[in-house]
């Protein structure tokens, strides 16, 4: 049987909540029916369909990839002031569990979100994210990740740091530059951006795919 060659690891069900509009069912279905061989779950800061998820791509014969767009603090999970400038302040980067280990980690990262960096979003820091990053793969995120942040404000210094320290947290076999394009102006210039940093550092490249329908 052929497969697709492209699997969807960016993807928002209904579990991102006032976000995402897939139910899993249809988006299981949707992607036995495009061939998918493999399909992620991505939802904002939380993993609460993954256990839904799982059992259905299993039983279609799809493998479930378990992940979360986490939200990073632009410093510490505890500082919730005004200077954090509110829900924009957090910046959004792409996590999939590679193994158990990861798995469990990415319960804890979400849990730790909730529990001690809640403020406007459920958030994380760097910090927290060294403690438990293993089995944990990293794409380097959407329009409002930290490096895209970077890019667009044309600080390529800070877009440079910013893959560093994620480099250094989990190894160079763990940590992906994302590239998206809908059409978005400043996508344009943050894939631009993108390619260089990849060349720099030689890395991969994974094109996602802000996925938050089922269908067109």
Not at 7 to 26: F, N, T
Not at 85 to 104: C, F, M, N, W
Request: one cysteine or more; charged letters at 20%.
């Amino acid at each position: 049987m052929h497969h697709s060659d492209f699997v969807h690891l960016h993807v928002h069900s209904q579990y991102s909540l006032l976000d995402g509009a897939c139910g899993l069912e249809k988006l299981v279905a949707k992607a036995k029916e495009c061939k998918m061989p493999a399909l992620a779950v991505t939802d904002h800061g939380n993993l609460f369909g993954a256990i839904d998820f799982y059992t259905l791509a299993m039983k279609e014969g799809i493998k479930p990839i378990i992940g979360s767009e986490v939200y990073i603090a632009p410093g510490s999970r505890f500082d919730k002031s005004t200077q954090d400038s509110g829900y924009e302040g957090a910046s959004h980067i792409t996590l999939l569990a590679k193994d158990q280990v990861g798995y469990r980690n990415l319960i804890k990262l979400v849990s730790a979100g909730y529990l001690e960096g809640f403020y406007y979003k459920p958030r994380i820091d760097r910090e927290l994210f060294a403690q438990h990053c293993q089995g944990v793969i990293a794409l380097s995120g959407c329009l409002n990740s930290e490096v895209a942040k970077a890019l667009l404000d044309g600080d390529e210094v800070r877009a440079k740091e910013t893959v560093s320290w994620y480099l250094e947290a989990l190894g160079h076999e763990n940590y992906f530059l994302e590239i998206q394009n809908h059409g978005i102006a400043e996508q344009k210039n943050v894939i631009e951006g993108v390619l260089r940093l990849a060349k720099a550092f030689d890395l991969p490249i994974v094109a996602t795919n802000d996925l938050h329908y089922p269908s067109k």
